[in-house]
């Protein structure tokens, strides 16, 4: 069987809630301020089933402008939208603003049902359905078909039946074979069971017995039972409304907006980079560090906006933001948020998340930039690559790379081998497997060399530089478990020599022989220099730019008048001699 979600969206007092108890005999207003108010307050949840086995849940969402953050939480996860337009009035505010709502949380299928088409005559509802032809231009139910019903007579609910379930046969359903998210919606406490929380499994699949944790807050629990429409079952797939019973956590350690994931695997962001796009309708610019509301999923919090490519944005426009959010939440890339201002109260954008763990230090030259757009596009290749290299020389490890790029485990690692083989990043660790860009090795690379140069410079009368000192200058920001691999492959390509434990370099023979480079070739062709005059020890020290002390030890293979403990290098000079 088809699991998909059906949701509503329109107007207050538009006909919602009656259409689907007209479609399903289920009565969504449950509460009693619901039904003495005769409105939705919060969301309503019925189920149909339709031929080609396809199995609706239905989401009912509030329609007033007050219970616009509750419709926003029931938008997720939606597969198909009812857009409810009342044939007596037409097109409305809400109207609008729940079809920008299920745009931007990316629904992309729906009808159009025109309620309440008993209340007028046949000429007003072929003016109402050109009205509504008009108005849908441009969006993504332009094309939808438009159904008149009376939900108070029946008529038109077997054309929307049809519909239904020729839309449903054409949506693919959600993927059960990722790690599963369930996103509550509501609590409560079942006497004799404790507590349930409900919601659209929006991926993968819980089974009871599973270990949970629930997100933001890292309480872990089990599934003790499981109910889809009212029935019991041993495991919910993605794509089914779903009641779990959780055991051993009070109800009110719950909330709306927590989502429930297996346990330890996921990690919550303040931080997420993203494609915002600012609407139309939201009529003043957009300035960077301004305050948002910022709801994805069931979760909402206060957020505060960084625009990455200017400091401001018209109304119409996007771009690429930063978004520092007031409370962690479980994100993950492509997922999609919707972006709410208090005052006045008003739908003002959305968008999808690109990364949700950026470097928390914006690179400079439009690095960062340059990141989001390939984590944007569509090869997976150059998306892992992006990620790698923006690491710069820290590297990045294979579990990161999951939950920054969403993929799932083998998808992930045919990126990586792809990358893997044609060198643009190198494996440095094993346990956890940790990647470092192939240029960023070569930096890392040349920095040890030009270390043991250096210090052979300075110590002439070394062979060799100390591994643990070397390790030392690899800079902080990179891994020291990065030396030993570093290592060999610079033995490999014969650039260094490791010996027991030091590092020495290829063309510098030990002990050295009377050359040129050799401290007493050197010391010795000064002397020769001088003739009848030799230079004293302190004028040795300064031609030879290696101070009195050394040149002192290279004559006489005694430590220097510092006490330095005698190195290999002056012993073995001494054998020589
Ligand atoms: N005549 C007629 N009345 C209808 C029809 N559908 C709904 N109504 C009436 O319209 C009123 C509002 O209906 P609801 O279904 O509660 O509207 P809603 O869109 O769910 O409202 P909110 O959830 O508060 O946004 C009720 O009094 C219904 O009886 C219809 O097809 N024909
Ligand atoms: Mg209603």
Redesign the pocket.
């Known amino acids: 069987m088809k699991h998909l979600i059906l949701g509503?969206a329109?107007?207050?007092?538009?006909?919602?809630?009656?259409?689907?108890?007209?479609l399903t005999g289920i009565d969504t207003?449950r509460l009693p301020e619901?039904k003495a108010r005769?409105?939705?307050?919060e969301l309503g949840f019925a189920h149909l089933e339709l031929p080609g086995d396809i199995r609706f849940g239905i989401v009912?969402?509030?329609?007033?402008e007050r219970f616009i953050r509750t419709m926003v939480a029931g938008v997720g996860g939606m597969d198909l939208v009812m857009l409810?337009i009342?044939a007596d009035e037409g097109v409305m505010p809400?109207t609008r603003e729940h079809l920008e709502i299920c745009r931007l949380l990316g629904v992309q299928r729906g009808v159009v049902v025109l309620?309440?088409?008993?209340?007028v005559d046949p000429d007003w509802l072929g003016l109402v359905v050109e009205e509504v032809r008009d108005y849908l231009a441009g969006s993504f139910l332009e094309d939808a078909a438009i159904v008149p019903?009376?939900?108070?007579?029946g008529a038109g609910l077997d054309d929307l039946r049809a519909e239904l379930a020729r839309l449903g046969g054409g949506i693919e359903p959600k993927r059960s074979d990722g790690p599963y998210r369930l996103p509550v919606d509501r609590v409560f406490t079942v006497a004799g069971f404790g507590t349930v929380v409900t919601g659209t499994l929006l991926s993968g699949r819980i089974g009871v017995g599973d270990e949970v944790e629930i997100l933001p807050g890292g309480l872990r629990s089990r599934v003790r039972g499981i109910q889809s429409h009212g029935k019991k079952c041993d495991a919910g797939l993605a794509g089914e409304r779903l009641a779990v019973n959780l055991q051993g956590v009070e109800h009110d350690r719950l909330r709306r907006g927590d989502v429930i994931a297996p346990a330890g695997l996921f990690r919550t962001t303040r931080v997420v980079d993203v494609r915002l796009d600012y609407l139309e309708s939201a009529g003043r610019e957009l300035k960077s560090r301004s305050l948002l509301r910022f709801h994805s999923s069931t979760a909402e919090v206060q957020a505060e906006v960084v625009l990455l490519e200017s400091a401001s944005i018209i109304p119409g426009g996007s771009c690429y933001a930063r978004f520092r959010l007031a409370e962690p939440l479980l994100l993950l890339p492509g997922d999609p948020f919707v972006l709410r201002r208090s005052s006045p109260a008003a739908t003002v954008g959305g968008g999808r998340v690109l990364d949700p763990f950026p470097p928390l230090r914006r690179r400079k030259g439009g690095e960062s930039l340059r990141l989001l757009e390939a984590i944007e596009g569509e090869d997976d290749a150059l998306r892992i690559a992006a990620m790698v290299e923006g690491a710069l020389l820290s590297g990045i490890a294979q579990p990161e790379l999951l939950r920054r790029t969403g993929f799932s485990a083998t998808r992930l690692e045919k990126g990586l081998t792809t990358l893997l083989s044609s060198g643009r990043i190198v494996q440095m660790t094993r346990e956890p497997r940790i990647f470092l860009a192939g240029n960023g090795v070569a930096e890392l690379q040349a920095i040890l060399l030009a270390a043991v140069e250096q210090f052979l410079e300075e110590n002439p009368l070394k062979e060799g530089m100390g591994k643990e000192e070397l390790k030392g200058r690899l800079p902080r920001r990179s891994d020291q478990r990065f030396f030993a691999p570093l290592l060999s492959a610079l033995e490999r390509d014969g650039r260094l020599l490791p010996e027991r434990d030091i590092v020495r370099l290829p063309q510098r023979k030990p002990g050295g022989t009377k050359g040129a480079g050799d401290p007493q070739g050197r010391l010795e062709a000064l002397l020769v220099a001088g003739g009848c005059e030799p230079p004293t020890l302190k004028e040795l020290g300064e031609r030879s730019a290696w101070g009195r002390s050394c040149c002192w030890s290279i004559s006489t293979g005694w430590p220097g008048r510092g006490g330095r403990p005698r190195s290999r290098a002056t012993s073995s000079m001494r054998r020589q001699r």
């Open positions: 509503t329109g107007h207050i007092d538009h006909g919602k809630t009656s259409l689907v108890r007209a207003d619901e005769g409105i939705t307050i009912d969402v509030p329609g007033h409810v009342a809400q309620t309440k088409s008993d209340l019903v009376s939900s108070r007579s």
